[in-house]
């Protein structure tokens, strides 16, 4: 079992920026590919990013590509996406996920373990 807890969400104007941040726990860190989901009321859950389990490749939805980056730390279980430019768009519930596999994988049925979402709110 891997634990995942979302934190650093919050109300930023557009235009700004925000880090999120991602704390695992249970099993080793490392042996899992990592993603970024969001969901907005009304709307299905949407891939934002993913990242494999040495870092070395991520993949971006193409709203974000060039405003938000996905990172990890394998010595602290700990992964991150830092969004820059927000727009009133990126308004949504921020998910992380985990699955055991070094494939970067878009859909999130194919994840295996969930946090509990971070709210994210750009004003216009």
């Known amino acids: 079992q891997v634990q995942l807890v979302e934190s650093g969400g919050g109300l930023v104007q557009a235009g700004g920026s925000l880090r999120l941040s991602c704390a695992a726990s249970?099993?080793?860190?490392?042996?899992?590919?990592m993603g970024w989901f969001r969901q907005a009321p009304g709307k299905e859950r949407e891939f934002v990013a993913a990242i494999s389990w040495s870092g070395g490749n991520a993949v971006y939805r193409d709203s974000v590509k060039g405003r938000f980056a996905i990172s990890r730390n394998n010595a602290t279980n700990t992964m991150y996406l830092q969004m820059n430019s927000l727009k009133p768009e990126d308004t949504a519930v921020y998910f992380c996920a985990a699955v055991i596999s070094d494939m970067l994988f878009l859909l999130p049925e194919l994840y295996h373990y969930w946090g509990q979402g971070t709210q994210v709110t750009v004003s216009s």
């Open positions: 249970g099993r080793t860190f490392s042996n899992y590919a």
